[in-house]
């Protein structure tokens, strides 16, 4: 068990638990920034393209995350679990961490990926959302920090290919748990959030009918290191030529717990039809909405692109979906225009989901109140004169974690939870 | 440990064994590899037709086609008159 102390510990390393942590850094302090997954970059590293600007989002991600995992002052634990926080003493929090084997030596790993090669064993890649296979000794993503291998031991049939043909000899069987002790001044949790999952609306089809799909799905699909060698049905791998978004998918719907609107799901689908509409330069691409959210700079002007485009904008709720033997998708929905009940056929169908909660922040604290919205997000008890404190004093929020938010509000908020906390280390020093 | 350095497998062997899960798809990737592969060995084929060649779902054959694709062991021929569906063929 190790015992360490820090200045700060970030949790979450996303975009904005990146930003945090660089921005203490550069103020002389020391970081230790936490992720559960086995890269840093969250899920904006796994986008295509981001909106309205259209700038390649990998191209802005990895040279944020290169220069935090190469900052004197940032130690990085990927693959870690943050079990508990508590007070310790006066000014410090106490923070126990489980650090998961990895079985390889990040140190001596070159990311040649010959144990890639070598491994008989094919499972479904989460980092593609299940579309495509990968290894069980596998390089999380291309572009993913730190480049380097990882077994995923419970699928591993310990035939130990991948490390007789390892040059570097870094795969190790034999690494365990670690439980490491941190004693740190703050606290920035930047957890983020997750995705609604679809299977909660059943009329939908989503798992049962396979050319209906996730935003997130499609995201990967429309990204250089996409699944497929371009934008592909699921179901049977025919070039789709009508594709259908449907917005709102979890969210401002009371029938499944979440009123609340996403924010980032018309730009993003938006965004989507466009590069779609570049993709498959034939392709109609429909959009039913219940409204277009438009609101931030350039938005509007983004909106108004993507019908100049040709993307056809459906004020319309989507009563069913219901499958054809061909794959193809009938859409039953309400005009709400004409009034009328309508039905219009699908290739594809991209259910827009909502952001909901990730409350794993709320379980850390168990002799700590940290106090919840009534959206489940980490409440924000001073949000307009001081949006990144919570309720506990000298832990601070960054980004999603504390409500939905597109990528330049994370990173602002990521900003001013930073500044909190320098401001909290330098007074309770 | 140095001298295990190379061969810690035998070590975690000692203490953990395999999932019977993991042994079946294990079994079954390998067998429907090795099909496809049989299949694309003498023509190219679309989906479709790999489908219905080792009755599989269309999804599965999806699923297992693009994997071998993107491990290099498959490559993509041309698309139908129709712009619908790609042909797939055996890297050589």
């Known amino acids: 068990m190790g015992k360490v102390t820090y200045d700060a510990i970030v949790v979450g390393g996303g975009i904005a638990g990146c930003e945090a942590a660089l921005n203490i850094a550069n103020n002389d302090f020391n970081v230790l920034l936490i992720e559960k997954d086995l890269s840093v970059g969250g899920k904006m590293i796994l986008l295509s393209k981001v909106f309205p600007t259209l700038d390649c989002s990998a191209c802005i991600t990895t040279p944020k995350i290169s220069e935090m995992a190469r900052h004197p002052n940032i130690t990085i634990f990927t693959g870690s679990e943050l079990q508990k926080v508590s007070k310790y003493g006066d000014n410090l929090f106490e923070v126990s961490i489980v650090k998961n084997p990895r079985y390889v030596n990040i140190e001596d790993c070159t990311g040649c990926q010959l144990c890639e090669q070598a491994c008989p064993v094919t499972v479904p890649d989460q980092y593609q959302l299940d579309m495509v296979g990968r290894k069980a000794a596998y390089i999380p993503f291309s572009i993913a920090n730190p480049r380097v291998a990882a077994i995923d031991i419970d699928n591993c049939t310990l035939c130990g290919a991948c490390e007789k043909v390892c040059p570097t000899k870094c795969i190790d069987f034999t690494q365990e748990k670690e439980e490491w002790i941190i004693h740190v001044k703050t606290v920035i949790l930047a957890t983020g959030f997750n995705l609604f999952n679809p299977e909660m609306i059943p009329r939908y089809g989503f798992g049962l009918y396979k050319n209906v799909v996730t935003s997130m799905q499609m995201e990967r699909q429309l990204a250089p290191t996409r699944p497929f060698h371009t934008v592909l049905r699921p179901g049977d791998g025919k070039v789709p030529d009508r594709i259908a978004y449907i917005l709102c998918t979890g969210s401002r719907d009371a029938s499944v717990g979440n009123t609340m609107c996403s924010q980032i799901c018309c730009m993003y689908s938006i965004k989507q039809a466009q590069l779609l509409m570049g993709a498959l330069p034939m392709a109609d691409v429909t959009i039913y909405y219940i409204d277009i959210r438009a609101f931030g700079k350039g938005f509007n002007e983004f909106y108004e692109q993507a019908l100049g485009m040709g993307v056809n904008f459906v004020k319309g709720k989507i009563g069913k979906i219901s499958e054809k033997k061909n794959g193809d998708l009938v859409l039953r929905y309400e005009d709400v225009c004409s009034g009328k009940l309508q039905e219009a056929e699908h290739d594809m169908v991209v259910l827009s989901v909502g952001v909901v909660a990730n409350q794993d922040a709320q379980k850390y604290f168990t002799d700590l109140t940290l106090k919840k919205d009534r959206h489940h997000f980490v409440q924000q008890v001073d949000p307009l004169l001081n949006p990144s404190k919570t309720s506990i004093e000298g832990v601070f929020v960054a980004g999603s974690v504390s409500g939905p938010m597109d990528i330049p509000d994370s990173i602002l908020s990521a900003g001013a939870a930073s500044v909190e906390a320098i401001n909290h280390i330098i007074q309770f020093s | ?92």
Do not use: H, W
């Open chain 2, 1 to 92: 440990m140095d001298t295990e350095k190379g061969n810690t497998v035998k070590l975690l062997k000692e203490k953990r064994k395999v999932s019977t899960e993991a042994k079946e798809k294990l079994k079954e990737f390998t067998r429907t590899k090795k099909a496809i592969m049989n299949a694309l060995n003498g023509e190219d084929l679309t989906i479709a037709q790999l489908s219905e060649k080792l009755s599989l779902p269309y999804n599965e054959v999806v699923y297992y086609l693009m994997s071998l694709l993107k491990f290099g062991l498959v490559q993509v021929g041309e698309i139908d008159d129709m712009d619908e569906y790609f042909t797939y063929k055996v890297v050589k």
